[in-house]
């Protein structure tokens, strides 16, 4: 952490993001849910997806008018145990929470229950949805596309969005098992976070589309956005170290996040139409599934942590003393941050004051000031 990187704390930082939001227009209870999704990222330090996209995802895109503060959730068609969803080009975040939240009833009442959502915008962490499942017993599974950023397979135009394919399973330990990343090496968020604080991006993750390395993370972002470099599916460029795993997985995630709801896809998700910046119209899908309606959650619960354990505590290759399990190191994270904050950049910092003095919401008065 840079010397000059701030920590915040959490009764600080949650109402002004919750007014800032509300300031924005969104409705009070959903700039809570706004505000929650947001900074669980900095609460399981993933920080490429908290305070730190605040502005330019969600400010900046509603103040352009490519996002609605107010979303209409519309069910557009109900079965049972599915539904399809417009979300109007809404908040995600309170799309995908009230999406999740009727995939669960679903599953209460019925075993298993899936939604599928049209027209919605960045979601923040997909794990958030996931561990929604996880607390009341449920598996949690996600995925939204997004704006392009791999290349598939032998090619150089980015063409699929990072598009993660998020599991979460209950267990019997203080936290569950969270499998939540992009089908990318990297992805767009980590990448933005290296340009703000002036480092590079490892070589290997982006290509150029002459088929060159680059390592630039202000060139990658400018060049992501004309389509002159796309990011490596997971696995990395070419066959041999599987990328094509990467670029199947996101290929799966891009058709059940478009064709289920008859949504957006592909260049579709560009968020630019006849050279004017339009909304991006992403596609999210969540399931929730019933554990006690199997073996029982009790049982699945045990089974799913006696795994975990026996995984870490196998034998470790040299110079390592530990093995982790997928939402291990966000748990670890929080227990680090829950009596500190969140950690803020200069960056960032500046851009929290800019967004405080344009809202009017001078009673906010931060650490680093």
């Known amino acids: 952490m840079s010397s000059s990187t701030v920590i915040v704390p959490w009764d600080v930082i949650t109402p002004f993001i919750t007014d800032a939001f509300h300031a924005m227009g969104v409705p009070r209870d959903e700039a809570e849910i706004c505000a929650d999704v947001l900074l669980e990222s900095d609460r399981r330090g993933i920080e490429s997806h908290g305070v730190n996209r605040f502005k330019p995802i969600y400010y900046d895109r509603i103040k352009a008018g490519i996002q609605n503060a107010v979303t209409n959730f519309e ?7 599915t539904a399809v969803i417009d979300g109007h080009n809404g908040m995600g975040q309170v799309i995908g929470y009230k999406a999740m939240k009727m995939a669960i009833e679903m599953a209460k009442e019925y075993g298993m229950g899936m939604t599928a959502v049209r027209n919605s915008t960045h979601y923040g962490i997909a794990g958030y949805y996931a561990t929604m499942a996880t607390e009341v017993g449920c598996i949690g599974i996600t995925g939204t596309n997004a704006r392009p ?22 267990t019997d330990e203080e936290f569950p098992f969270v499998l939540d990343c992009a089908t990318s090496v990297t992805q767009r968020g980590k990448i933005e976070h290296y340009q703000r604080l002036g480092l590079s991006t490892s070589p290997g993750q982006v290509i150029a589309s002459d088929g060159s390395t680059m390592t630039d993370s202000a060139a990658i972002l400018k060049a992501l956005t004309t389509g002159e470099a796309a990011l490596a599916p997971l696995g990395g460029v070419g066959e041999e ?6 670029y199947g997985y996101a290929t799966a995630v891009e058709i059940l996040c478009a064709a289920l709801a008859t ?3 592909l260049k579709m998700l560009t968020g630019v139409r006849d050279g004017k910046t339009v909304p991006y119209g992403l596609g999210h899908f969540f399931i929730a599934i019933d554990t006690e309606a199997f073996a029982g959650e009790e049982n699945f619960r045990k089974t799913a942590g006696n795994i975990c354990r026996e995984l870490r505590a196998s034998k470790k290759a040299p110079g390592h003393d530990r093995i982790y399990t997928a939402g291990e190191k966000e748990w670890l994270a929080w227990q680090e941050r829950k009596d500190s904050g969140v950690p803020v950049n200069p960056a960032v910092q500046r851009e929290l004051i800019a967004v405080r003095d344009e809202l009017g919401l001078r009673r906010h008065v931060f650490p680093f000031e």
């Open 75 to 81: 069910v557009v068609k109900k079965i049972h145990t």
């Open 149 to 170: 950023s791999i290349a598939p397979t032998f090619g150089v135009e980015n063409m699929l969005g990072t598009n993660p394919l998020t599991i979460g399973l209950p």
């Open 241 to 246: 170290m599987g990328g094509y795993k990467g």
């Open 263 to 265: 949504g957006n896809y």
